[in-house]
């Protein structure tokens, strides 16, 4: 998939027929939060935290999502998604005066740091076509000066009815709109004063404000406008979803979270949840958890928080960024399906555990769901426990165990993606036997690399040439039975593969007797 979204069409590309599937796909994360600047409700691809500073702006007191974006890249990860959300805020105003009137733009960008500017002439336009002009836009690093982005936006007209009409063309730029009331005259040349000839820049003439602190509904936004949570439509896939904190003392709330985890489950993705920093100790996180209903295999908690060493204020900070960045350390270098705390994989040396949790109640916690952070060699703390929030049900049981939940959602991924040219072949047996081999290879691969206790593998494929009664809809059907390396036994999937879309089917994530299928 491209890594641009392109004003809300999702461009998805389709894996070659009969390619190897890959066995190390790089972990990818997607945040969600407050920033200085950036598009709202678009998520960006950021690869280090240089890009996340140049597309939204440096770490910023009043938001979580800047320390957390850089906890992730000192940690391991490679690949975040950023998604911008706001609360009432506003971009910077601009008006180009226009013989009484004016052309009102607005930046698309709302932020006070946002700062664009424009510029109009008449260059190569007819004396007797004096309905058009030239329009330059410009995004200027406030700190700088440099221009860090540029538009320009040749013979357009100020009225409505025409078909270069400027309100039309603003519409593909990613720096500003047009603002009623629209100018009745052609915006009128931008010079340097006193220098009829010599051509300047209008400035804003209202500054962009950042608007108030997020609620939990501006994380979980709206699917059908694709806001918050939902702008992660815009995108194919990711592994880890993160929600930091949206302010300085508030936490994510449970409607957030609940909200968060149907969206983690719908789309193949575990959910990292911070602990409260009201949780005092081993018992409060317990009781909390227990009373906030928090029971699905696709959330991973931990406790407690961590502190920066050296930090004046001692404040306990989360580190739910540096978690998901060592996850992504992890599958690359040794795969998802071992424990955590491997060597070499632990929290940076600047953070440390805010409190000290023994050993019966590090037991606790992990009963309870939660990973702990405990100090560990050379200074580095750990993440232990190994678990995730899917504890006391018979149906979760299996997936009790991060590793396991987290293994089965990387084959059930990437075999979604890998496979997904088979949905546009013709049916028949040919297709069934090439499905099985790729399906086949891939799970032999991963064995080599110590991924599963055995290479006693099912793949059965069904592509279309059984003339199943409880399948109108054209596709195929891949049914697999492993048993992964720390599972008490084989677990067996059922892949379904239509052309609108992928699904696990009810028969999923089940344990099953390898002996039924033979």
Known sequence: ?????????????????????????????AFIGRALRGPLNTPLLVKNFGEFRRRFGDVWGRSSLGPAAKQFFDHGGLRLYVVRVANNARGAMLCLPASGSALVLRAVEPGSTVTIRAAVDYDRIDDDADDLFNLTLQRVDPATGLVVDQEFFHKL????????FVGDELLTSDLARIEHPFPTHRPERTTAAGRSYESTYVDHAQAGTDGIELSNYDLVGSRRERSGLFAL????????LYLPPPGKRKDVGPTAVLAAELYSRERGAMLIVDPSPQW??????????????YASPNILG??????ERGSEDGVARPAGGAIAGLLCKQDRTCGPWQPLGQHGIGLHRGLRPVSNVSSEE???????GLNVINGGDAGKARLSGCVTMGRGSEVYATFSKLPVRRFCLQIINTIAQATRWAVFEPEDITLAKRLRGQVLTYLYCLN????????EFIVQCDAGVSDRSDSKERGIT???VFHPVGCDGPISLTLHQTASGFRVGSTAFGLTIRSSFD
């Open 362 to 368: 590090e037991h606790l916690l992990v009963r309870a």
């Open 302 to 307: 931990y406790y407690p928080r961590v502190v």
């Open 1 to 29: 998939m491209s890594d641009a979204v392109d004003r809300g069409i999702t461009v998805t590309e389709i894996a070659p027929m009969d390619q190897p599937i890959d066995v190390c796909p790089e972990t990818t994360a």
């Open 233 to 240: 439509e815009q995108i194919e896939h990711f592994d880890l």
């Open 448 to 455: 080599d690399l110590g991924a599963f206790v055995d290479e």
């Open 478 to 480: 891949i049914l697999l």
């Open 280 to 293: 005092a100790s081993a018992e409060e996180a317990v009781n909390a958890v227990r009373d906030l209903g």
């Open 157 to 164: 007209s100020w009225q409505e009815e025409s078909v270069s």
